[in-house]
């Protein structure tokens, strides 16, 4: 994708969060933000507790070389930066981290190893989530014939992905390196050859991780769903501060239902305005008002930014 269409996308996004603002009411959504108040202070604080969660985990896939827990989560700052300053998600945030953890003396494949493996098991358990809390969705048959159909859609495929996680896992063959040569009708064959052998030993070391070490395995595992669990809880704690609701069912389908946001709005810089408007789609779907997923959304955007500051403050105070 070119820098010109990424940044009109972004544009478009921003654009579509000013509309959906402007339809809610720019003086409603506004008192809801205030309203808040100090609840942003354990909002954040659990935030934070969310990415060191996710620095153990990192920490705990790594098998061969060691790095210190606490330059881990530096490294997981500073990926938090990465991924909210320059709008790509994990597609430049994940190497990133790779990166760094190489740069702490881990072999290049062992840290990118690690990072993937994190990152892919940080999406095992956001997709139990999803599945969840989307059939939690539709059991309540308030949705159109046309958005129930989408979900069934993204469930399956989540199912698929979940079904293709444990065949790796219990035979120990990786499907990574064969879908990069399978690739060829659609790159070319040298292109296709060249990745699949430049991923060879970093999926060697992830099948490695999965296949023979089911103790650590389901350790990680854990550790991640702890992490989602407390995304869950920071749901809660906005919808109770807006006098909107006290249930944890609710907060279970919002954070359950945007998991899929970031893979299928992946080509839109930030998911501007896909974020928010999924987000005031599932407060409306579950009885909600749309400005109460809304008010979520944008208090979301505010701690991202501020998690970023904070890794641009450890980049500079670490000279990485």
Partial sequence: ?????????LVFGVGL????????????????????????????????????LRAAALWRTMLDGQVRYADV??????????????????????????????RRGLATADAF??????????????????????????????????????????VALTVAFLIAFTFAA????????????????????????????GFTRV????VRFLHEHPGRLTEVLAIETGA???????????????????AWDQSFILEGGVKFVAIAFAFIPGQFGALEGVYALLAGAIGLPAAVGLTLALLRRMRDLLVAAAGLVTVAIWGD
């Fill in 113 to 154: 190893a690690a990072v993937v493996t994190e990152y892919l098991l940080y999406t095992v358990a956001s997709s139990w989530l999803a599945i969840v809390a989307l059939w939690l969705l539709l059991a309540r048959g308030t949705l159109s014939p046309r958005v129930e159909s989408g979900i069934l859609a993204v």
């Fill in 17 to 52: 969060v000013a509309f959906l603002v402007r339809r809610a009411g720019p003086r409603f959504v506004w008192a809801m933000l205030v309203r808040t108040g100090w609840t942003f202070v354990p909002f954040m604080a659990i935030y934070g507790l969310h990415v060191a």
């Fill in 73 to 102: 989560l530096r490294i997981r700052l500073a990926g938090e930066a990465v991924e909210m300053l320059t709008f790509t998600g994990p597609f430049l945030a994940e190497p990133a981290k790779g990166w760094l953890l190489a």
């Fill in 203 to 206: 999926e060697a070391a992830i």
């Fill in 170 to 197: 219990v035979t120990g063959t990786g499907l990574i390196v064969p879908v990069l040569r399978f690739s060829r009708v659609l790159i070319g064959a040298r292109r296709a050859e060249r990745a699949a052998q």
């Fill in 1 to 9: 994708m070119t820098r010109a269409s990424r940044v009109s996308l």
């Fill in 228 to 246: 989602q669990l407390l995304l869950i809880l920071e749901i809660w704690i906005v919808l109770v501060a807006l006098g909107a609701s006290r």
